[in-house]
């Protein structure tokens, strides 16, 4: 091997070891179903407790919820809490919101299955996922990310939805892309039918 191969060798191994740290620092403490600083998750009691932990981090008051698991093999049920078609991506979760459903506030956190992309199933939802669901409330801010094989999602008004949501980040430590969605007003959709039936004067 002459002078000349030994030099080239040495500066495309130099510019390889640059680009990966390159990568490292772009990334930036993100990930997608790799590292991260959650407890493991091999139940819906620790999807659960993992929840519980979450709130102990929030100084904002959370107002009356209760949390409980997600029926995945409903596919009925899955939509509407996540706004995921099914659950087959899914191993578990959990939904928490208000016992008396006047208040727009839902966090929801799932674990996914081997292979599927924690990440990926959070944009889903935060693209799907109905923020008018409460018909008569709507949820102004919305937040999504994951962290390892958990997929984390909270939607309600600004304040609430940043203090959980800092909260799971800080938790977590490390996360994937985060994704954001904004809802202005609380007007009503088109030729939405509330189902309530007002009585007619006398």
Known sequence: MNKTTKIIIAVVVVVAVIAVVAVVLTMGGKSTNGQTNLPEVNSVEDLTNLVSKVYEGVTVEIYNVET???????????????????????????????????????????????????????????????????????????????????????????????????????????????????????ELPPDTDTGIAFPVPQ
């Open 68 to 186: 409980r698991d997600i029926d995945l093999t409903d596919s009925t049920i899955v939509k509407s809490y996540t706004g995921l078609e099914n659950g087959e991506n899914l191993e578990y979760a959990v939904v928490s919101e208000p016992m008396i459903n006047a208040q727009a506030y839902s966090l929801i956190m799932a674990k996914v299955k081997d292979g599927v992309n924690a990440n990926e199933v959070a944009k889903e939802m935060s693209e799907k996922i109905d923020t008018r669901k409460w018909i008569c409330v709507t949820a102004k801010q919305l937040y999504a990310t994951s962290s390892g094989n958990i997929v984390f999602l909270v939607m309600t008004d600004k304040e609430k939805a940043t203090g959980v949501y800092e909260s799971f980040k800080t938790l977590a430590g490390t996360i994937g892309e985060e994704y954001e969605r904004t809802t202005e007003d609380d």
